[in-house]
Nanobody, 126 residues
Framework: VQLQASGGGLVQAGGSLRLSCAAS????????MGWFRQAPGKEREFVSA????????YHANSVKGRFTVSRDNAENTLYLQMNSLEPEDTAVYYC????????????????????WGQGTEVTVSS
């Protein structure tokens, strides 16, 4: 699987963006997926995770209630809907994947993923 993230841009505080992550290759539906972000000078941090079929999801406390992760396995695409954006959300956002034998598994750390997209930049102005 190869990943291509898109949808980033410049938005005012309070606005919305939807990030997409297109996956190429077979067996996308057998990969657990995640979104991470990295702000300038900071370490990459977890944002959201979703299981194979999308039945289980988890969001970091900092984005809970504002961001929603979803996936369309028929289209081989992962999404991150971001609402009520804040300047603190400014970062490069990365999608990530890892194969899993457990359908409901969620993975929350950088080290648990072995496939990464190239990143898409999100800038939120105040």
């Amino acid at each position: 699987v190869q990943l291509q993230a898109s949808g980033g841009g410049l938005v005012q505080a309070g606005g919305s963006l939807r990030l997409s992550c297109a996956a190429s290759g077979r067996s996308f539906s057998r990969y657990a997926m995640g979104w991470f972000r990295q702000a300038p000078g900071k370490e990459r941090e977890f944002v959201s995770a979703i299981s194979w079929a999308g039945r289980r999801r988890y969001h970091a406390n900092s984005v809970k209630g504002r961001f929603t992760v979803s996936r369309d396995n028929a289209e081989n695409t992962l999404y991150l809907q971001m609402n009520s954006l804040e300047p603190e959300d400014t970062a490069v956002y990365y999608c990530a994947a890892r194969s899993s034998s457990v359908s409901g598994a969620l993975y929350l750390s950088v080290s648990e993923y072995d496939i990464w997209g190239q990143g898409t930049e999100v800038t939120v102005s105040s």
